[in-house]
């Protein structure tokens, strides 16, 4: 039976990916989600670590949120562990934040964990910045989700900082490398100038995914494009962005 993965580019590194009854969203701080409905749908949310720019703690609060399921990362729980005494002069709405962070739905995983739901499963890698980078398995598609793993070089890095880093990312490829993705988001960052597309390459030719998307660039779209131009050899697996809230259809048999 033919049936279709609906995925969207929501903002810089986040995705959301829509199979059957079930929307799992990577990495949201800004942009346009769609309108969640828990009630109808089955929602999961990843946080792969707490940059701001991969958190926002409002999705913890949103509409219907005790149906919500949320994996993230665990140094995002180490953000509340100084908060956990209350002192009498805190807000109602700083005391709720708490209780948020230790919710029955909320899940915390540290690199190389492994969590198996009726429906879903959940491992994580390194990274070679903070958190972890997610591999979920769900109606036997595997999905992804790079976080900050990367090869961050840069102008200012040492020898031997290149070196390490080099060497770092290329131990957490060589775990990955052993699983099927189907679907990757991965790094793209115009920030690395001339090296944006090293270790994005260096995961393609590695790894070997089915499909890739560039994530990571926020409103600099431009080196998305250039990586489509500049490396046609991968335009068979390479999905660009072109603008926010862009929806790609991608077909699978079960």
């Known amino acids: 039976m033919l ?16 199979i059957d009854d079930k929307i799992l969203i990577f990495d949201y701080f800004h942009g346009d989600l769609d309108d ?10 990843f946080a792969s670590h707490s940059h701001p720019d991969h958190y926002n703690k409002d999705i913890l609060s949103l509409k219907g949120n005790e149906n919500i399921r949320y994996i993230l990362s665990n140094d995002i729980q180490d953000l509340s562990k100084v908060d956990n005494i209350i002192y009498l002069g805190d807000t109602e709405e700083k005391v709720e934040d708490r209780k948020l962070m230790y919710s029955k739905n909320i899940e915390y ?16 890698f390194g990274s070679t910045d903070k958190g972890v980078s997610f591999l979920v ?19 200012e890095d040492t020898e031997e900082e290149r070196e390490q880093m080099r060497k770092d990312f290329l131990k957490e490829l060589d775990r990955i490398k052993h699983y099927d993705i189907d679907i990757a988001f991965f790094p793209l960052d115009p920030r690395l100038k001339k090296l944006y597309s090293e270790g994005f390459k260096e995961f393609i030719d590695r790894v070997q995914p089915t499909l890739i998307f560039p994530m990571h660039f926020r409103d600099n779209i431009s080196y998305n494009l250039s990586f489509m131009n500049e490396f046609p050899e991968y335009k068979g697996i390479y999905r660009p962005v072109f603008k926010k809230n862009q929806i790609f259809l991608v077909n699978y048999e079960i």
């Open 109 to 124: 995983m540290k690199p190389y964990d492994l969590k198996e739901y009726p429906d879903m499963t959940v491992r994580t």
């Open 137 to 155: 398995s769900v109606n036997s598609i595997n999905i992804f989700h790079a976080g900050d793993l990367n090869l961050w070089i840069w102008d």
């Open 3 to 18: 049936k279709q993965i609906n995925i969207k580019y929501i903002y810089h590194s986040c995705y959301q990916v829509s």
């Open 36 to 45: 969640l409905d828990p009630y109808k749908k089955d929602i999961t949310f």
